[in-house]
């Protein structure tokens, strides 16, 4: 049997960094067995669902590499079905209408709660005859859930997980307004979509129970679930906005890169003994549940912030100048050429694409305007004629010149190094002066040079 996941968001708001590691484990469950993943928007939430919101979840996955195999299904499309469905189970005697009021509802919870019990509804619809139903109420539609023994969940996480059926109450399926519940759209969708495996947070563990006695009704293969902790600040509470960033755009604007993030996430909840560093091919590889773990696990931005820099230095140059150009603005060819030559060393010393971006101001503005004190200027004539003569302008040449003039005149290689980096970009932190000198290429660094000498 084809192995199928899905990742179903709610689009009232961004993707929020929780749903995107649920999206990335499912998709990887399914790249790894060679199945497929799908895409479900659950917006039956019409107030608070919005055309931003989707754009916002497809942009956020796109970014994160993670791809949809069919189209994405829209929840709202699908609600004639669900209703469809409720009243199949009514016909068969598995559901039945509900007329209890409002205030019989709240009766009932006010005195449970007097009794010290649950609030929960006390089936006196389930077997009466609606014949009896009073005048002016809408009914809603309400599951037989069993009265006796055990609904049994083997989670591939959580293991072997139960709950008596007398502690379920008979949930709703469809409410009086004519539309389908959470509980009734989650299943029929998953049924008809075919999903076979379902890796979500362990928030939905209750909810699992119930979705259990909706497949049981309908006779249908309940999928296998793991329910996975939830995302813990470095505190060890909630991840909540006072930890950070929630929504995965957010880290896309504090220029980490997606392969970083989805390394991190992916660090979050499953293990592979004690690698850190975690490429996407190789997490397809390796991705199973077997290495999911029970857990809650903490979004450590220390961590994130040193794997951006690993994969900083490892990305192709041209991609990272394809980065960098939007957050720059326009400028010509020419600085986009020196921008490529020096993206070896500006990547080095830049552990996210802010930091890059403004490193690379040392290539893109006009010379700083230095000035020399006396002995800064003498360097400053050694270093010229070593400069205006050399035809052989690369980093390895320029380095044994310039080191062989220090050493020839009494002068140590830092303090040319140090002269030469305040001429060249009038900076403390900046790649190597032989990056800024290849660079800027032999035109340019002349003329900088000869700037600061006024």
Request: glycine share 6%.
């Amino acid at each position: 049997m084809e192995m199928i996941t899905r990742f179903a968001p709610s689009p009232t708001g961004f993707l929020h960094i929780g749903g995107a590691r649920t999206a990335l484990f499912n998709w990887l469950l399914a790249r790894h067995y060679g199945g497929k993943f799908l895409l479900r928007i659950e917006d039956t939430d019409r107030e608070r669902s919005t055309p931003e919101a989707v754009d916002a979840i497809f942009s956020g996955l796109k970014w994160l590499g993670i791809d949809w195999d069919e189209e994405p299904v829209f929840q709202s499309s699908r609600l004639d079905r669900h209703v469809e469905l409720a009243k199949k189970l009514v016909a068969e005697r598995k559901a039945y209408h509900c007329y209890c009021s409002a205030e019989e509802l709240s009766s009932m919870r006010q005195e449970a709660k007097s009794r010290g019990k649950s609030p929960r509804y006390d089936r006196r619809w389930r077997d009466r005859d609606p014949a009896d139903a009073p005048a002016g109420i809408q009914p809603v539609i309400r599951l037989k859930v069993p009265l006796e023994g055990t609904t049994i969940l083997q989670d591939v996480v959580q293991g072997t997980v139960d709950v008596a059926n007398d502690q379920l109450d008979d949930m709703i399926l469809v409410r009086s307004d004519g539309t389908p519940t959470f509980m009734l759209s989650v299943v029929a969708d998953d049924h008809d979509m075919g999903v076979t495996h379902v890796i979500r947070g362990d928030d939905h563990l209750t909810n699992t129970f119930r979705h259990i006695q909706i497949y049981n009704a309908f006779n249908w293969n309940v999928p296998q679930y793991g329910h996975i902790p939830l995302i813990h600040g470095a505190d060890g509470a909630k991840l909540s906005k006072r930890h950070g960033a929630l929504g995965i755009e957010a880290y896309r604007d504090m220029g980490y890169l997606p392969e970083a993030v989805c390394n991190c996430l992916l660090r979050l909840g499953w293990s592979h003994g004690d690698d850190e560093i975690i490429p996407q091919d190789q997490a397809i590889q390796w991705f199973t549940t077997d290495n999911l773990g029970k857990s809650a696990s903490q979004l450590d931005f220390a961590k994130l912030l040193n794997l951006n820099g690993y994969y900083m230095r490892e990305a192709d140059d041209q991609r990272l100048l394809e980065e960098l150009l939007p957050l720059v603005g326009n400028v010509s060819d020419e600085i986009r050429q020196r921008l490529l030559r020096g993206m070896n060393g500006l990547k080095q010393r830049s552990k996210t694409l802010l930091e890059l971006r403004d490193l690379s101001y040392i290539y893109i503005n006009p010379p700083p305007d230095s000035k020399l004190d006396l002995d800064s200027r003498v360097v400053w004539g050694i270093i010229i004629q070593v400069l205006e003569f050399e035809e052989n302008w690369s980093e390895e040449n320029l380095e044994k010149e310039l080191r062989t003039a220090a050493a020839e005149n009494g002068f140590t290689f830092a303090r040319v190094a140090q002269v030469l980096r305040s001429v060249l970009s009038d900076r403390k932190i900046t790649p190597s002066v032989f990056d800024m000198l290849v660079s800027f290429g032999k035109n340019e660094s002349l003329q900088r040079m000869r700037a600061a000498f006024r």
